[in-house]
């Protein structure tokens, strides 16, 4: 089965500019979560998803961030405007629920200049 | 609240070395615990987890036993490879979501 895939892999933008990760869940996988990873620090939980319904959104750092999952597929992540603090890896992650683990993507890395 | 704290590395060591990252947590109830690895240029994948006190979870010569009396989740390998160089993160589950350590970067020298 195909895995979580992010994309894009890697984005620089300037400060001020918009920016927008996506993810793919593993299909069938009801449960999505964001992650972040700040420059040597822990990874941070941001918000998870079950379906489109947006079960813990505890980790979101401010209203800078907006995620959407349409139709409970696949799920995007918007950050505008972007700050130099923002930059750092966005990990996306699936899990089928119920005690099942999870599947990490690959990451989006995002710099901010 | 639930938190993990592993040791700052990086860890740099020859191959074949003995190896030991330590990590202790702490959490209300009964977490699972996890380690995972990010080798360089990919993602985050899974190494090893126990679910309960006194489980040894192990895979690829990597082993961590779930001690629930030290609150600890120790990694070991007993002769480490070049190919093991990544950066190792220490992880619980509870609440539905992982709470990560800071992550340890891991230099092998061949």
């Known amino acids: 089965e195909a895995g979580v895939t992010q994309f894009p892999s890697h984005s620089v933008i300037e400060k001020g500019q918009t920016v927008t990760l996506r993810c793919d869940p593993i299909?069938?996988?009801?449960?999505l979560y964001w992650y972040r990873r700040v420059m040597g620090k822990e990874i941070k939980f941001l918000l998870h998803?079950?379906?489109?319904?947006?079960?813990?959104e505890s980790g979101m750092p401010n209203n800078r961030f907006l995620a959407e999952r349409t139709g409970g597929t696949y799920s995007t992540l918007k950050v505008q405007p972007a700050e130099l603090e923002d930059s750092g890896v966005y990990f996306c992650?699936?899990?089928?629920?119920?005690?099942?683990?999870?599947?990490f993507g690959s990451g989006t890395r995002l710099t901010v200049v | 609240g639930n938190s993990v704290t592993q040791m700052e590395g990086p860890v740099t060591l020859s191959e074949e070395a003995f190896l030991t990252i330590n990590c202790t947590y702490t959490?209300?109830?009964?977490?699972?615990l996890f380690w995972y690895v990010q080798y360089p240029g990919e993602g985050l994948q899974l190494l090893l987890k126990?679910?309960?006190?006194?489980d040894k979870g192990s895979n690829k010569g990597f082993e961590a036993t779930y001690r629930k009396e030290t609150t600890s989740f120790h990694l070991e390998k007993g002769s480490v490879q070049v190919s093991d160089s990544a950066v190792y993160f220490c992880?619980?589950?509870?609440?539905?979501?992982?709470?990560f350590g800071k992550g340890t970067r891991l230099h092998i020298l061949p």
């Open positions: 992650a699936s899990s089928q629920g119920g005690g099942y683990g999870y599947t």
């Open positions: 299909s069938g996988h009801d449960n």
């Open positions: 998803f079950v379906k489109e319904s947006k079960q813990d």
């Open positions: 959490a209300t109830g009964y977490p699972s």
């Open positions: 126990a679910t309960k006190a006194d």
């Open positions: 992880a619980l589950r509870g609440d539905d979501k992982i709470i």
